[in-house]
């Protein structure tokens, strides 16, 4: 039987906002341990929660992108159980009354666009972190994290390959970076998933039963997991067995995900509105001055790339994948008489090699964009190779000086002039009579071992096309 | 509707409560005449009625997205029975 996978997923995506979402702590992250942990975090008796009203904002940009309705009134609740990071006892959420709800996003895979659901997002705020380890049969508890506001993105069960989701999870994740919402620091947990994942025969309507994989850290890891998940569950069926609801652990050192038990019994959240906290009402004016100030979106960008500046889909997909890549690149643009091409090959290219060998990011780059296009226009002009523009970039890059500074400096400049590169191809001619009887007789692929030669006579500054045509002549004389 | 052993069971396991064996017959009855009440009121009828979330008819005031609050660790753990390297420490729990 063909079987075809369901799945959903619930991504938890950190806002990047300066304090908590019911406090005034900060929420930097790497602090000393409790050293931002507030009364109002550590669940003191007597303590108000009183919400951040940039936390709302970003949470209605995240729905304005992604076409969702955003709740006129929405409600936030407590989701009851017991952990010692979690000092309440309860974790505000939202649970009937989601801030936001019912849109969807565009999603790229296989070079096809797949639409995805998405049924609502909502605020809550995050536990704190345990350590398990080192403590003498203790557990060490953290609650710097306790209150730091999270937008919970749930999808609809719109996906059918672990690609696909893999391919989503990816998209939100560009998107909540645009937005500037989230930082999406997957190493620091800003950024994490559970799947929901089911499988049904192919062409079936009705969805077979479904297991939850938590906590996917890695876009990498939730792909893995899911392909997993999805032969797991194929085996079951296929061997007489039946799917069991349950929470499963991924474990990328063994390769398998595996049940958590225990879990269900407990997972009767027992939800109610908190009476700490008044309904939240957002007046139609506020979400239209925030739709008026949205950025221009991943999608919307990648497009105009593709039209503005002829790119193919791979370059426009790399360019936009990030805000302050895609503005390096415009920038960078509008500072050449080079082509746009030229351009992305530099900036996909060399740029980002040296970036990721310096492990910096963009905005940390030692090559400004105005100067990187400078050195492109010397590529154009023909005033340099593309090889010997390698070097000066390196020279740029390592603090050398600008680029025609270090072109003058180093005397790079390409040599166009005819009477200069004839006679650095009579040196070469006369020096090797043999391969000349070569080309005579009529083996021309010797044309190549020439060109070469007369590059390194020129240390690489010949203009190789003039010395292509050169040599020919005297040559075929 | 009434509660019965079962019901008491998973109610003391999910609130983290120890109720003794010849307790349980009276807090039974009582979180029985609870839910009857609940059930009294659910026959009214709501149909047209918003949910009410909270009881005061307002809506929240939100703050600023401003640090207000400084380190006080040292203060807060006084009260904490078990510290180390400024985590507070508990009995181990992994699920």
């Known amino acids: 039987m063909q079987f075809e996978a369901v799945i959903g997923l619930e991504i938890h995506t950190q806002l990047a906002t300066e304090s908590k979402i019911f406090s005034g702590a900060a929420t930097r992250y790497g602090a000393e341990p409790n050293s931002q942990a507030c009364l109002v975090d550590l669940g003191y008796p007597g303590v108000l929660p009183v919400l951040n009203r940039e936390a709302v904002l970003m949470a209605i940009r995240f729905g304005l992108a992604t076409h969702c309705r955003i709740a006129e009134r929405s409600v936030f609740a407590r989701k009851n159980y017991f952990y010692p990071d979690l000092p309440k006892g309860y974790q505000i959420s939202q649970y009937e009354l989601p801030i936001v709800h019912g849109g969807y996003i565009d999603v790229i895979c296989d070079d096809e666009i797949k639409r995805i659901g998405i049924t609502r997002a909502h605020l809550e705020e995050d536990a704190g972190k345990s350590l398990h380890e080192d403590f003498q049969g203790m557990s060490g508890i953290d609650l710097n994290r306790a209150g730091t506001p999270l937008l919970e993105i749930v999808s609809e069960p719109d996906m059918r390959s672990a690609a696909e989701a893999g391919a989503y999870m990816r998209t939100i994740h560009t998107l909540v970076r645009y937005l500037g919402i989230s930082d999406g620091n997957m190493q620091e947990g800003s950024y994490r998933c559970d799947a929901n994942v089911s499988i049904r025969p192919r062409g079936a309507t009705e969805l077979g039963t479904r297991t939850e994989l938590k906590n996917l850290n890695s876009f990498r890891f939730v792909e893995k997991a899911i392909e997993i998940e999805i032969d797991r569950q194929i085996d079951i069926v296929e061997g007489g067995g039946k799917v069991v609801q349950e929470t499963r652990l991924y474990d990328a050192d063994r390769g398998e995900t595996r049940s958590m038990r225990g879990k269900e019994e407990a997972e009767d959240y027992r939800y109610f509105p908190d009476p700490d906290l008044l309904p939240v009402s957002i007046d139609s004016a506020l979400v239209e001055e925030l739709r008026a100030a949205l950025p221009e979106l991943p999608a919307d960008k990648r497009e105009r790339f593709m039209s503005e500046y002829g790119l193919s889909a791979y370059d426009a997909d790399i360019l936009t994948a990030s805000r302050p890549l895609a503005d390096y690149y415009e920038d960078c643009v509008g500072h050449t008489q080079a082509t746009a091409k030229l351009a992305a090959n530099w900036v996909i290219g060399d740029l980002t090699a040296a970036l990721n060998r310096a492990g910096l990011e963009i905005g940390e780059s030692r090559i400004g964009a105005s100067e990187l296009g400078t050195l492109l226009d010397r590529i154009e002009s023909g005033a340099i190779s593309g090889k010997i523009a390698k070097e000066v970039f390196e020279a740029v890059w390592s603090g050398e000086g600008g680029v025609d500074e270090i072109i003058e400096r180093r005397g790079l400049k390409q040599i166009s002039d005819s009477a200069s590169l004839e006679a650095l191809v009579d040196e070469v001619i006369a020096a090797n009579p043999a391969q000349v009887q070569q080309y005579r007789d009529g083996k021309t692929q010797v044309l190549g071992f020439f060109v070469g030669q007369v590059m390194k006579a020129s240390q690489g500054r010949a203009n190789p096309r003039q010395v292509n045509e050169i040599l020919r002549a005297k040559l075929g004389g | ?95």
């Not at chain 2, 509707?1 to 999910?14: A, G, H, Q, R």
């Open chain 2, 1 to 95: 509707m009434s509660l019965n052993t079962k019901d008491i069971d998973k109610l003391c396991e999910l609130a983290r409560l120890a109720i003794l064996p010849d307790e349980i017959a009276d807090v039974s009855a009582k979180l029985s005449d609870i839910v009857a009440l609940v059930d009294q009121l659910q026959s009214a009828d709501t149909d047209g009625v918003p949910p009410m979330a909270h009881p005061l008819d307002r809506s929240q005031r939100l703050r600023a997205d401003v640090v207000t609050e400084a380190d006080e660790r040292e203060l807060f753990q006084e009260n904490a029975p078990l510290v180390e390297r400024g985590l507070y420490l508990v009995p181990k729990v992994i699920d």
